[in-house]
């Protein structure tokens, strides 16, 4: 093998063919996320997604960013939305979590909903919210990756984060000690 790195590239890229698919997940399950739920109107109805890869990019200018899964069929509603809203699920929120996961369906209805400063949906009782405008949208995968601009912001307001681990839910706890 060389140094320039060409012989690990052939390696990692051999290692990447043979990887399962379902070994891959219950890898990346270990790495605990928060949980959001992103929100726009689409035809003056609040819809909206599950995400836990959302993650902070940029703080100027203010940017974030989620995957939407390039089978979706709630991400194509949303990104043409003016605004859309990033809502930092509580932990008391799982059902939220799981109506915006679940494929097809009014995933909204009933559930209590107010306006961001700009008109975006924002799931009552999160722990904060994030309203955005699309910036930039990469294939990535079987997932597209948004980067948003964040417009305005609200919260953080009381309450421990909605966790997702090993496909499980849970709630954040300090470490003792």
Known sequence: MNNNGTGRAALADSAAADLDPARLRDVFGTFATGVVAVTAFDDGRPTGLAANSFTSVSLDPP??????????????????????????????????????????GDKAAGLDWFSSPGGAPLVAGSLTWLECSVEHEYPAGDHLVVIARVRQAGGPFAGSPLLFFRSQYGRWAPAPG
């Not at 390039?70 to 932990?91: D, E, F, H, K, M």
């Not at 979590?97 to 679940?102: D, G, K």
């Open 63 to 104: 940017l974030v960013s989620f995957c939407a899964a390039l089978t979706s069929s709630t991400w194509p509603r949303i990104r043409g939305a003016r605004r859309l809203a990033v809502n930092v699920l509580a932990a008391n929120q799982r059902e939220v979590c799981e109506r915006f996961a679940a494929k097809g």
